[in-house]
């Protein structure tokens, strides 16, 4: 027992594969924090409308949605280690056109022509990288790894905007994003120098090829037929709904509502991703303590709250800590449903259920969006985010009346455990 509790804590702490991943996802976590401030405010200085800002989130989010469809198929029938590595390429080619094109001026159309086609890109590296976690470490770690991970990235997201906010005040948002191209690279390098080691279920079952929409609807039957999981993607497709446009409105209720400049955005941004931080620390101690479902829905409760705060609040502080609130509440539920799927899922079928999990919970997600910034520029970011708190708070209620309430609890997995037998 205690070597196995030893061959544990090495896999997260000193196995070199598991460290060049995380070091490596890292460095790309940077970049895309650039691209988070840089791509709004591209579209903000060229054609200052958030409804234009909200557009391109709309379609991008599409095609990701699109995308995500049938990446899972990929992911399960592909080495998953050699599409990240493509995908990581593709973006560094993309992002680093934006740059260029922008040398003679602003050039809107490309945005909407290279970010669609990245999101899409990028939600297939997503998928193939929540499959790839459960094959770094052992299953009763996966939360804590995933913890790790997304702490990890938080705090270079805590750099990026401040650094990227200072980029863009000085060189323009553009050249952002060409740090944004060059972390693909390093990416692409550190999974160069990693394997995934394969999983204890992997030879389980012998996974069939069958049509594209037969494979994953294969995941989407596992995940419809797991109460928690099916509640889980209801409730998310919601939460996704009212805050999928969160950042373009944060933006535009700086920048136009407060008076904040390029730099000050950046600012807020980076500050708040403490928040995210704070709340991937938390997550693996609170649901080893109160349970999956007290802390799912103690997160949505906590991003409610805190979203209807930012509305009522008038100054960037408040809005900044807030913001800081809210996000340590999405990393504790996102992080928490991330590993509850990746816990019960099969290896030969997780590709599919990420797939078919994140394709229909993101799916109203462009659409709100677009009804999110449309509402922020007709009645102001104050009284859009209200709305989008309160509704928050109705899906954490919601919560309570499904399966995710007892989920995980102690009790339940004490009462799940057999008996020990008779001496």
């Avoid at 401040?162 to 952002?176: F, M």
Wanted: with cysteine; glycine share 12%; net charge positive.
């Amino acid at each position: 027992m205690v070597r196995d509790l030893r061959t544990t804590d090495r896999s997260l702490w000193r196995d070199r594969a598991f460290g060049t991943y995380w070091f490596a996802q890292s460095l790309s976590a940077a970049g895309d924090a650039f691209a988070f401030l840089a791509v709004p405010l591209l579209v903000l200085h060229a054609t200052g409308s958030v409804a234009q800002m909200g557009l391109l989130t709309a379609v991008a989010g599409a095609a990701a949605v699109g995308a995500g469809v049938f990446g899972g198929v990929l992911v399960d029938r592909y080495d998953r280690r050699t599409l990240m590595i493509v995908v990581d390429l593709v973006r560094l080619v993309l992002y680093g056109l934006i740059p260029l094109a922008w040398l003679a001026g602003p050039q809107v159309w490309l945005l909407f022509v290279v970010l669609p086609i990245c999101e899409a890109a990028g939600m297939l590296f997503q998928i193939a990288a929540v499959a790839a976690v459960p094959t770094l470490v052992d299953r009763d770690r996966i939360t804590e790894a995933n913890g790790r991970l997304q702490a990890t990235f938080a705090l270079a997201a805590v750099g990026g905007p401040l650094l990227a906010g200072v980029v863009s005040a000085r060189l323009g948002p553009s050249s952002a994003l060409a740090v944004n191209a060059a972390s693909f690279a390093l990416s692409a390098a550190g999974l160069w120098l990693i394997r995934f080691r394969p999983r204890d279920d992997a030879g389980a079952a012998v996974v069939r090829r069958e049509k594209p929409l037969a494979e994953f609807l294969a995941g989407a039957r596992f995940l419809w037929r797991e109460p928690v999981l099916r509640a889980l993607t209801v409730l998310l497709s919601v939460f996704i709904f009212l805050t999928y446009g969160f950042t373009d409105v944060l933006v535009y209720h700086v920048k136009h509502d407060l008076g904040g400049t390029d730099g000050t955005v950046g600012t807020v941004l980076g500050l708040a991703a403490l928040g995210t931080v704070v709340g991937a620390l938390l997550v693996a101690p609170l649901r080893r303590r109160r349970g999956f479902g007290t802390a799912w829905i103690g997160a949505q409760l906590v991003c409610g709250l805190a979203l209807a705060g930012v509305g009522l609040a008038g100054s960037i502080p408040a809005v900044t800590v807030l913001t800081a609130v809210y996000l340590c509440g999405v990393s504790v539920g996102g992080i928490s449903s991330m590993s509850l799927r990746q816990e019960i899922t099969p290896d030969h079928l997780l590709g599919r259920v990420t797939s078919a999990f994140w394709s229909t919970h993101y799916s109203l997600g462009p659409a709100g969006a677009a009804v999110l910034t449309w509402a922020a520029g007709r009645y102001g970011a104050a009284a859009v985010t209200i709305v989008a708190g309160a509704g928050c708070l109705l899906v954490a209620l919601a919560g309570l009346c499904t399966p995710i309430r007892s989920a995980g609890s102690p009790r339940a997995i004490r009462d799940a455990q057999p008996a020990p037998a008779a001496i």
